[in-house]
Every structure is written in structure tokens, then in C-alpha cells.
């Protein structure tokens, strides 16, 4: 492994998503861990956002229309720290 996934925090919150969204959570964490952001930008399924306003600084993936993953890249010590696993509210 070269990358370091942290979602200890969220394991019950990933654990009742649906099965198709466990999935792709483990598809990610697998990319992640072995790839890191390079892996992540070049894997089209993911919808990698920079996200920005109150989260400026942070990146999102979606696991499905409904549920996404917002992380935190720390490049220097190459890890990935999950900040919330959830379904994903759409401001119109």
C-alpha cells in the first residue's frame, strides 16, 4: 500500500449503504490505497469533484446519484482522510 485510507469514523454509515454503493466505497478505498488522487482522477466512475465555498479544500466522489464521499487529500504523508460518507443534497 502506498496510500493510507482513513474512514474508521464512518464504518457504520458505510456498512448500511446500499450493496451497490459498498461496492464502489471498496473500489475507491482499494484505488486510493494503491494510487492515491492519480488513480482516483483517472477512474471516470467516480465523478472526482474539487468541491468548493464551505468546503474549499476537499474533494468528493459519488458512489451513486444519491451517496457520495467527501475526503481530504494530505499529499505529504500520503493519506486520504474520509469526512463524510452521505447521501448527497442537491441545492437548486
Request: proline share 2%; glycine share 6%.
Amino acid at each position: 500500500m502506498n496510500w493510507e485510507v482513513i474512514d474508521y469514523k464512518h464504518k457504520k454509515i458505510i456498512n448500511k449503504l446500499p450493496v451497490q454503493c459498498k461496492k464502489k466505497y471498496s473500489v475507491f478505498r482499494y484505488i486510493a490505497e494503491y494510487s492515491g488522487l492519480v488513480g482516483l482522477k483517472s477512474s471516470p466512475g467516480f465523478k472526482l469533484e474539487i468541491l468548493k465555498g464551505k468546503l474549499t479544500g476537499l474533494y468528493s466522489i459519488r458512489l451513486n446519484i444519491a451517496y457520495r464521499v467527501i475526503f481530504e487529500i494530505q499529499e505529504k504523508i500520503r493519506v486520504i482522510d474520509v469526512i463524510e460518507v452521505s447521501k448527497h443534497e442537491y441545492n437548486q
